[in-house]
């Protein structure tokens, strides 16, 4: 395979952007809150593509909020879209002393504990603005392997994958299934995050915000590998830094009937995104595949 050119002209705006990052990894956490949330005011206005899918989800997920609740809503998550410039930087680039103040973590001992019995381990996360992150705080004091896709700029995914693998993390891409599975039976606890539209194909419409959602059943088929648990794993951002949190290994999962487990997997990421509902990535077309007969959202 040919090995990317990544110092192609066509590639200055991502020079430029990664450069950004390492300037403002080091600001002090209020500075990058402040100048974040005035960047997200900015992309509010430039973005008019995402600000329409964000809105169709917002509006088609709380149905009860007025339309006036729905625009505060899409402009808080736009400003937390403009932070989340901030938490990518800091991610790759802020210093492991310095992160270590700004974060704490709730219930190691539900991992600790599975980590002890030699559990195969999937830690059930949702895509978040924070999602990045809150996978470098973690690595802080656990080894996981990332199940990721790729990035569609070759030179920012090169980026990601280094600094991840620097700060600890094995990198798998999605469609390695043979590599994934492998992982997870080596005793790696791997961050898995099924939110996402993937098509009908090997999905379940299950309900998520009482929407008819398709959901992959991938969750459920790994999680039926032998000796394997499922540890949901939230991360929230609040006034004074952030906040992970464990909850108990799912029980009775995953369930023989692949709705119940799509409908379980389903619920438990709508309780964590009511927690901060504008920090969940509502620019996602969630609700892409529609079931057969339906109007599509988008």
Same mark, same amino acid.
Request: proline share 6%; glycine share 4%.
């Given at each position: ?5 990544? @110092? ?7 020079? /430029? ?9 080091? /600001?002090?956490? *209020?500075?990058?809150? #402040?100048?974040?949330?005035?960047? =997200? $005011?900015?992309? @509010? ?5 995402? $600000? ?6 917002? !509006?088609?997920? +709380?149905?009860?909020?007025?339309? &006036? ?20 930087? *800091? ?7 310095? /992160? ?27 895509? +978040? !603005?924070?999602?990045?992150?809150? =996978? ?6 656990? $080894?996981?392997?990332?199940? @990721? ?7 920012? %995914? #090169? ?8 700060? =600890? ?6 469609? %390695? ?15 898995? #995050?099924?939110?996402? %539209? ?5 999905? &379940? ?33 609040? $006034?004074? =830094? ?54 599509? +959202?988008?």
């Amino acid at each position: 395979m040919k090995k990317p050119n990544f @110092y192609h002209p066509k590639l200055l705006p991502t020079w /430029l952007l990664i450069a950004l990052m390492k300037i403002g990894a080091k /600001l002090p956490f *209020n500075i990058q809150i #402040a100048i974040g949330t005035i960047f =997200g $005011k900015l992309l @509010y206005l430039v973005l008019p593509r995402f $600000k329409k899918i964000a809105h169709i989800n917002i !509006t088609k997920c +709380f149905p009860e909020k007025s339309k &006036t609740q729905v625009g505060q809503l899409l402009k808080q998550h736009f400003m937390s879209l403009g932070i989340g410039f901030f938490e990518v930087a *800091n991610c790759f680039y802020i210093k492991d002393k310095t /992160l270590k103040k700004r974060y704490q973590i709730k219930n190691t001992h539900i991992l600790q504990n599975a980590l002890d019995k030699k559990k195969n381990i999937i830690l059930l996360v949702g895509h +978040f !603005t924070t999602m990045m992150l809150a =996978g470098r705080m973690l690595l802080q004091n656990f $080894k996981f392997a990332d199940i @990721y896709r790729p990035q569609n700029n070759a030179l920012f %995914d #090169a980026k990601m994958t280094k600094q991840f693998i620097k700060h =600890g993390s094995i990198m798998i891409k999605a469609k %390695d299934s043979k590599a994934l599975i492998k992982t997870l039976k080596s005793g790696m606890p791997i961050w898995y #995050a099924p939110d996402q %539209d993937l098509g009908a194909k090997n999905s &379940t419409f299950a309900p998520f915000f009482n929407i008819p959602t398709a959901t992959i059943n991938a969750t459920a088929k790994l999680a039926k590998i032998k000796n394997t648990v499922v540890i949901p794993l939230s991360f929230v951002r609040n $006034k004074s =830094g952030y906040e992970l949190e464990f909850s108990p290994i799912l029980s009775n999962y995953p369930s023989a009937n692949p709705l119940q487990s799509a409908t379980i997997i389903n619920h438990i990421l709508q309780t964590q995104i009511l927690k901060v509902p504008e920090q969940y990535l509502w620019i996602h077309r969630r609700f892409k595949t529609r079931p057969k007969g339906d109007d599509p +959202f988008y």
